[in-house]
């Protein structure tokens, strides 16, 4: 009995060195070399490249550093309903989102090669500057400071948003103009307070603001019926208008009193990865325009129609001054379909937000969305 | 008899005088037009079931709960892949099964149980959530989230705050000039600027600086900045007790020929400690709630998560917000309370002699 305890007893502290030593062991033992990471497949010593950082650097060093990489670093918004926000699974949804993912699949023909980086207003430009991304596709309107000062260039315009109003059914306003002598709820401090003084004194009409300090106030202002309009950006007044008590009895004005184009952007001096970008979102709105769709690609892979095979890569070879494959552009549209199938799925009038295609219609159908030709 | 002895009990605490009446009915008027409508949002007109916004809008209805059923696992884990999520739970339940003997001062082999808990246990977590060794797939840290990421934040502040803490206050009553000023100066430095400053920095600004190709990943630099950050605070609270052990304990430990460290470790801590837990617990309590401020470096924390999920336009309701907030302040409220509690239960069992 004595002896046999006595043997456990040495035999323990071997043992637990034992796994101790292991444990420890495992613990500093790198990944597998290929060791596929979740969504990233990130090697663990894969370190940026030389050169990443600062707007200066060779053309085609993008396209090469997010190769190596093995993913393309996305800069999103920190939700913004529509545009990128999580769903309840946790992915990541909305047009921006869309976008990331149609450039993901241009470039490695897969478009869950994304890694998201949710970015504020504050830091999103930074994110960029620094090289912790490669795109930032977050609702960012296009400005000349943005494109010039910043050292950034915008790569096309994703979605033409502009400052609307939200009013109710009930008051029978059906337009800008009969807001004349209205009392306003808006965000103090931002543009939209000068967009308002603006469009008000360029159409001679008198009104009144009530200026809150966060939209959420304004909006709750408004709701409870201390003015007869709410203002802040159409597509924001969509979303806004769902959070109301009784939704279905506001309606969005039809004008916009300003310019807001939103668009995908990245660093200066990389005219390539620019072109990648630019041209994917080209190729989204092109496809519109032909009829591509994600459902039938792979059919009009054999289409007659000349711009149809250029866009698919059955004829010419347009993905290679891109440095990507010739069916880099049916590859995006696999993924996330054309330019219309996005708006639909993201924000379009079959889901909660109800935006009409407005000015974002094609140039045929009364819009502004027109695409250069793939030629 | 009773009733006699209610109404007794009734005019002795609550209306003594005519000034304690009326503030006795004045705390009841407030109190009765707040809770029962709060309850009859939360509870009784509140919708409990449902798939998406639809069954939360209408007139008269109250809480969306099942706003808050259907994101549970986003809150919990953030965007970390859901078949890897028991890694996740097994790293917290390893780590619950070292807490709880901790916790309850009655089970033996303390010493090994604390070596487990600050030693191995942080190891075999790095292993389980970040994974990317032979055999666990690596899951990046932009995927963390939620409650996960509040308690990382939350548990590395406090295991590192409480002994860099202790180091920090005793450097700051040393002797030795050199250590005194350092210490002083890391915790005048680390005191004088905000937790949003820091986190602002060490996520934003650092890269910058940093040579190119060195690459720090974003969620440890902001664990960095808030373990010194939380470490001065701790510093300053460990000091307090020092100065309450009276003088003459230290120099009859030094008659009795300990050496320093005997004599702060076998001496003059366990005193200096035990009279300031209620500091302590309050400073961790407050680490708890400042994880929150991660948000800002872009860095999804429980709240963070909480709100992030309000931006799903397929659960967009007009009291979707307040719901969201109310059960975060919930789950907050849990955790507070509960260290609270505890913090309780040790003072009365450590000052057990000393109760007057």
């Known amino acids: 009995m004595a002896r046999r305890s006595s043997l456990a007893s040495r035999i323990f502290p071997f043992v637990f060195g034992l796994v101790v030593g292991a444990g420890v062991l495992y613990f500093f033992l790198p990944g597998p070399p290929q060791g596929g990471k979740v969504q990233t497949a990130q090697q663990p010593g894969a370190k940026p490249q030389p050169g990443q950082q600062g707007p200066a ?47 993901a699949a241009a470039v490695f023909g897969d478009a869950s090669k994304v890694k998201y980086r949710p970015l504020n207003a504050k830091d999103r430009f930074t994110a960029l500057q620094s090289g912790e991304v490669d795109l930032l596709s977050r609702n960012t309107t296009w400005t000349m400071s943005r494109d010039t000062s910043l050292g950034f260039d915008f790569a096309g315009v994703i979605y033409y948003d502009g400052q609307g109003f939200l009013v109710k059914k009930a008051s029978g306003i059906t337009s800008a103009a009969q807001l004349n002598g209205a009392t306003i709820c808006t965000q103090t401090g931002t543009t939209t307070e000068l967009n308002l003084a603006d469009y008000f004194r360029g159409q001679n009409m008198s009104y009144k603001v009530l200026p809150f300090e966060k939209n959420e106030e304004a909006l709750s202002a408004y709701d409870n019926g201390r003015c007869d309009a709410y203002t802040t950006d159409a597509s924001g007044l969509h979303a806004q208008r769902l959070i109301l008590k009784t939704p279905d009895d506001h309606i969005v004005l039809p004008e916009v009193i300003s310019k807001e184009p939103l668009g995908p952007l990245v660093r200066q001096g990389d005219p390539q990865w620019e072109d990648i970008v630019r041209w994917t979102l ?27 095979r250029r866009l698919l890569g059955t004829e010419g070879k347009f993905g290679e001054p891109l440095g990507l ?51 | ?29 407030i109190v009765w037009s707040a809770i029962p409508p709060f309850l009859d949002w939360a509870i009784v007109h509140a919708v409990w079931s449902g798939e998406g916004r639809e069954a939360c809008l209408g007139p008269g209805k109250g809480a969306c709960w099942p706003f808050i059923f259907a994101n549970l696992d986003q809150f919990a884990y953030g965007r970390y892949p859901a078949e890897l999520r028991w890694r996740v739970d097994l790293a917290f339940l390893l780590g619950l099964a070292g807490l709880v003997p901790m916790l309850i001062p ?169 009279s300031v837990i209620p500091g302590i617990v309050n400073t961790f309590i407050g680490l708890f709630k400042d994880t929150t401020l991660v948000l800002i470096v872009g860095l999804f924390d429980f709240l963070g998560q909480v709100r992030i999920q309000l931006s799903d336009m397929h659960w967009s309701t007009p009291q979707g917000a307040a719901t969201g907030y109310v059960f975060a302040a919930l789950v907050y409220w849990v955790f507070c309370f509960g260290m609270s509690r505890y913090s309780v239960f040790m003072e009365k069992r450590l000052n057990a002699g000393q109760i007057r």
Request: aromatic letters at 10%; glycine letters at 10%.
């Open chain 1, 325 to 375: 494959s010739n069916g880099w552009a049916a590859d995006a549209l696999r993924a996330v379909g054309n330019y219309g199938e996005m708006f639909e799925r993201n924000v379009g009038t079959k889901t909660p937000l109800g935006i009409p295609r407005g000015l974002n219609a094609l140039w045929r159908n009364g819009g502004v969305m027109y695409a250069p030709p793939i030629r």
């Open chain 2, 106 to 274: 009655r089970v033996p082999a303390k010493l090994w149980n604390l070596g487990y808990l600050v030693v191995a246990w942080p190891m075999i977590a790095i292993v389980l959530i970040a994974g990317d060794r032979p055999g666990l797939v690596g899951v990046d840290t932009d995927l963390w989230g939620g409650l996960l990421v509040t308690l990382i934040v939350a548990i590395t502040g406090i295991v590192a705050s409480f002994p860099l803490g202790i180091l920090l206050a005793l450097g700051r009553r040393s002797e030795m000039p050199v250590i005194r000023t350092l210490s002083i100066v890391f915790i005048e430095f680390w005191r004088g600027v905000p937790l949003v400053t820091v986190l602002f920095m060490a996520s934003v600004m650092l890269p910058l600086f940093l040579p190119q190709g060195v690459h720090l990943d974003n969620l440890l630099r902001c664990l960095v900045g808030v373990a010194l950050f939380s470490s001065a605070y701790m510093a300053e609270v460990v000091r307090g007790g020092l100065q309450a052990v009276p003088r003459g304990q230290y120099e009859a430990a030094r008659a009795l020929g300990l050496s320093y460290w005997q004599t702060m470790g076998l001496i003059v801590l366990p005193q200096a400690l035990r």
């Open chain 1, 57 to 103: 650097q060779p053309a085609g060093s993008t396209l090469a550093e997010v190769r190596a990489r093995g993913y393309i670093q996305c800069g999103v918004s920190t939700g913004l309903p529509g545009f990128s926000n999580p769903d309840d699974k946790g992915n990541w949804t909305g047009i921006d989102v869309d976008f990331c993912r149609a450039v």
């Open chain 1, 282 to 308: 080209f190729a989204l709105i092109d496809a519109e325009e032909l009829g591509v769709t994600s459902a039938n690609v792979d059919q009009q892979m054999t289409s007659a129609s000349p711009e149809v």
């Open chain 2, 1 to 29: 008899m009773t009733v006699n002895a209610a109404v007794k009990w009734l005019k002795r605490n609550l209306f003594s005088s005519w000034w304690n009446g009326a503030l006795t009915l004045l705390v009841l008027y």
